[in-house]
């Protein structure tokens, strides 16, 4: 659930070269290498972390984004977020 903030930076807007490839590699379901874990694990704790999201939910999110070691992971924390309404892909 939003509140009525600045929403966080998209993936697409960024412009260092190192995210996309990371997103990419998560949206073609194949391995990832550890510095993309890395990557997308921090685009995800800036995107969670952004003051306009709020429920009960997103407390647990926020815990949680340390642990996203592993596609799998991340995998099942996007599943989470978007029971929460939040989608950052």
């Given at each position: 659930?939003?509140a009525?903030?600045?929403?966080?930076?998209?993936?697409?807007?960024?412009?260092?070269?190192?995210l996309?490839?990371?997103?990419?590699?998560?949206?073609?379901g194949?391995?990832?290498?550890?510095?993309?874990?890395?990557?997308?694990?921090a685009?995800?704790?800036?995107?969670?972390?952004?003051?306009?999201?709020?429920?009960?939910?997103?407390?647990?999110?926020?815990?949680?984004?340390?642990?996203?070691?592993?596609?799998?992971?991340?995998?099942?924390?996007?599943?989470?977020?978007?029971?929460?309404?939040?989608?950052?892909?």
């Amino acid at each position: 659930m939003a509140a009525p903030d600045i929403m966080p930076f998209y993936w697409q807007n960024e412009t260092s070269g190192v995210l996309r490839p990371a997103v990419e590699a998560y949206l073609r379901g194949g391995d990832m290498e550890q510095s993309q874990i890395v990557a997308l694990r921090a685009y995800l704790r800036q995107w969670i972390n952004a003051p306009v999201w709020v429920g009960p939910g997103v407390h647990a999110l926020r815990i949680a984004i340390d642990g996203l070691t592993s596609r799998e992971a991340i995998a099942v924390w996007l599943e989470d977020a978007q029971a929460e309404g939040i989608d950052p892909l």
